[in-house]
């Protein structure tokens, strides 16, 4: 377990997340008792990895005394019933703690007990932490700041490694538009990501994604000017030059999702056989 920030630990584990990242950020917050946020793993192996990290500190005297869940992607809630199971004792079953919304998409694999709502704080060991619901990426995604040191547990809003997907399925880009400012509006001293290291300069690094996704918004709209209607996958390969073709539907639903902000916005809209036009 190392520390990434007062009062903050990570244990990497490795999921089936989207490449290039291999491992989902574990952290587990507080002194005394601890808050383990999004136990991320469905493999064996790697929930007794946390689990054996976890039982060092048990050892030193601390509890667990929650299981907090950024979002309801596979790749950061597949451990938790493990680690619920591990953890609790006849006395007390260790409670999952979520955004209602995530509670209910996530209803057929965990059972929730407790919401954490937006600008709910929850105390974590000595720490005081404050949620914010931050939609966009997922419908019930929450960030969790340390409302001394300012660190923020940042899940699936940015990344150390790799893009952050808007899926058309379950994403809304401009909802991850507005969640992007909010974060910016509380002034992190540090990002927590839920995949790879710590991301310092959170404000400027924040103001690069929202003008990244907007730049990419006027690089479709200048495409479909370009080469005229086209489907999302006909579009992928001008867009992401860089993608190897196994790739492009991939690329697609982020095409899609931007797409869908850009109608909103007057930018495209929607023509015959699944193909758009400016
Ligand atoms: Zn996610």
Redesign the pocket.
Known sequence: MRIVAPGIAVVPVRTP??PPATHTNTYVVGEGALSVFDPASPWEDEQQRLAAALQERLDAGERIERIVL????N??VSGAEALRERFSTPERRLPVVAHPITAGLVADRIAVDEPWNDGQAVECGGRRLVGTFTPG??PG?LVFQDADGGAMIA??MVAGIGT??ISPDDGDLGQYLDSLQALRDRAPSVLLP?HGEPLPHADALLAFYIAHRHQRSEQIRKALDQQGASTPLELAPRVYPELPPEAWPLGAAQITSHLRWMSRHGLAHPVESGRWAT
């Open positions: 997340t989207l950024t979002h309801h992607h790749d950061h990426h997922a995604h899940g699936d952050i997907l839920a």
